[in-house]
């Protein structure tokens, strides 16, 4: 029996029919084998346009349907769903992209992509004569979700998946959670401290029992897909019993040989080998680092609750969706830059920001009181020459906040911005207003000719072109060189690179569509949230993780979950395991089957993507992708090549 296929050209509002005679392509189709019915639209993804064409597939009994419009990445979903509502498989559905790939591509010749659009809807048509109707593939999904990482953006994830009763694990690399959050004091705009923000977002947490958090916990395997992660969770040891005596804890600090630069305060203080929870930092416990320990047995002398014969422990989680909320890095300037590493006095902002902590009356830096404050913005973002191309966004509102804390909190400090433009975008704009009305003074140069900073008897110098003053060499003497630095993607992404997931060019971990898909990857029941995808403030991070806690709720709320049937498929008659395919696979969706007469390959159907990757590398051509068919393609490239 004939097919009956139904052709739609959209006009896209003028962005195809500017450049595509769309009347023109409709009349060169509709003759075509096949087409039963075809029609321009001015919108075709408009209401209107959808109820007519559901009216069109009933009354003209339409087998398939094709649009000819924008790119299938914004209306495929839209178009399935109007076949679906008329009645037919939504497979039965093709997407033609005559605006990306025509007229947006050939603007300049109206003639030329009026004849190409023509060819690739006439190869639509020449693709859906021979497929086929396909049932999605269901596959059974466990109601649990992973989320590594407990910051921020982790920890409102958690609370997020675990009100809509959903099984979470929450997994920290750290024996505390909080992140840098908890490092930081007063925040803007809500002028909260991190301490604040983490002692309420841990408290929550407490209140759901189905939520299970493991510190000290790294994952070290996984095995599985969507809707059935197997994780296996590794677990240091404290070395230090649950609720110890806090006395004999604070004597065995005290006796402790051993001091190392304290990270939480950015190497400004030292702490012992042996060390209690900041506040804001959670749990709050006792840990021995055996990292720099060097089990000279002193604490043990004074305090029973230490125990060395402890190993770390291992379990495993199932789950059918993970989300990776792990954070960021602080940028860490190279050496000399800026004078960073050589000039004492030359400082990070993270660490700034811990020295108003820190310092309660005076600011004192190398014992010398701080009056004059130079801030270099833009040390590891927009580098001219290096590979951090890209802008922080936060920087520049958290440089000018600090700034106004510390002209509140001490006396006569004077600040001075040494900037390539300020961006305090959207309401942060107030805090630019309230430092130009406070005094403290901006100065600009080009992105090519960057400040220096230079030390000369013992005195400490920052030289610029200044913009604001038409490029006059300024030199100011500094107390104190504050270098406002970006976010960066972490140095340890292990996690990341075990379940393969994409990076972008900057490193940070890739989402599918920044726009129509933020917060998901090309790993199927994977979500990223947070400034493990990019620099963001407190504010966007929780936003995109309670985007990334509904999605991947959207996995595992029903207990199966539909996949798309676009996956490779092997016949085995032919397939002999020349192990070819298993090696392109970048998803490790393809396994080996050992018959006794023979050996072959199967798909595992939950984890291809369909990408087609394993297709011309099998030199017995045993494999095809369903609806990619080498009949499809090929009546599609003979439909192009025709003059």
Known sequence: MSKKIGVY?????????????????????????????????????????????????????????????????????????????????????????IREQVSWAHSDDKSGATENAIHVVKAAIAKMRHAKPLDPIIIRSKKAVAVIGAGVSGMR???????????????????????????????????????????RLYQELLRYKNIKLYTGARIVENSGHIGNFILKVKIDPLFVHENPDISEVEKAIAVCPVTVPDAF???????????????????????????????????????????????????????????FATGFDPYTPGE???????????????????????NDKRLIVNGKDI????????????????????????????????????????????NFHFTRGVRTYGKQEVYYNESLRAGDVFLQSFDHELPVVY???????????????????????????????????????????????????????????????????????????????????????????????????????????????????INKNICTWCNACYEACPFDAINKVDEISKSYAVINNSICKGCGMCLPVCPYDAIELITYSNREIEEMIDMLSKD
């Open 371 to 414: 009056k004059k404050i130079a801030y270099i913005y833009c040390v590891g973002s927009r580098q001219p020459d290096g590979d951090l191309k890209y802008c922080s966004r936060y920087c520049c509102t958290a440089a000018i906040h600090a700034s106004i804390r510390a002209r509140k909190k001490y006396q006569n400090i004077s």
């Open 265 to 323: 305060n950015f190497n400004l203080t030292e702490r012992k080998a042996i060390y209690r929870n900041h506040p804001g930092e959670f749990p709050e416990r006792t840990v021995v680092d055996v990292q720099h320990c060097t089990r000279c047995g002193e604490c043990i002398k004074v305090c029973k609750s230490i125990d060395f014969s402890k190993e770390e422990t291992s379990l495993e989680l199932q789950v059918g969706s993970i989300l």
């Open 455 to 569: 030390e000369k008897e013992n005195r400490t110098f920052v030289k610029i072109n200044d913009i604001l003053t038409e490029q006059k060499e300024l030199v100011l003497e500094a107390d104190l060189v504050v270098l406002v630095t970006s976010m960066v993607p972490r140095t340890d992404q292990s996690t990341a690179s075990l379940f393969k997931l994409p990076k972008g060019r900057d490193n940070f971990l890739k989402e599918v569509h920044m726009k129509l898909r933020p917060v998901e990857t090309v790993i199927d029941g994977i979500t990223i949230a947070g400034t493990c995808q990019g620099p963001m403030n407190i504010t966007e991070s929780v936003s995109s993780s309670l985007s990334a806690a509904v999605k991947a709720y959207s996995y595992v709320s029903k207990g199966e979950i539909e996949l798309e049937p676009i996956v490779a498929s």
């Open 157 to 199: 994830a958690a609370i997020g998946l675990a009100k809509m009763e959903c099984e979470v694990y929450l997994i920290e690399r750290n024996h505390f959670i909080g992140g840098h959050t908890a490092q930081w004091e007063e925040l803007f705009p809500s002028e909260e401290t991190g301490r604040d923000i983490i002692t």
């Open 9 to 97: 050209i959209c006009s896209c509002g003028g962005n195809i029919s500017d450049y595509v005679d769309v009347e023109k392509v409709k009349a060169a189709i509709e003759t075509e084998e096949n087409v039963a019915f075809s029609k321009t639209a001015m919108f075709a993804c408009s209401d209107a346009s959808q109820k007519e064409m559901e009216k069109d597939i009933q009354e003209n009994n339409l087998d398939d349907v094709i649009v000819a419009s924008c790119s299938p990445k914004l209306h495929l979903t839209t178009f399935r769903a109007v076949t679906v509502r008329a009645g037919l498989n939504k497979f039965s559905y093709y997407h033609a992209n």
């Open 336 to 358: 000399n830059e800026f004078g960073y590493g050589q000039i004492p006095n030359v400082i990070t902002l993270p660490q700034f920001m811990r020295l108003i902590a820190l």
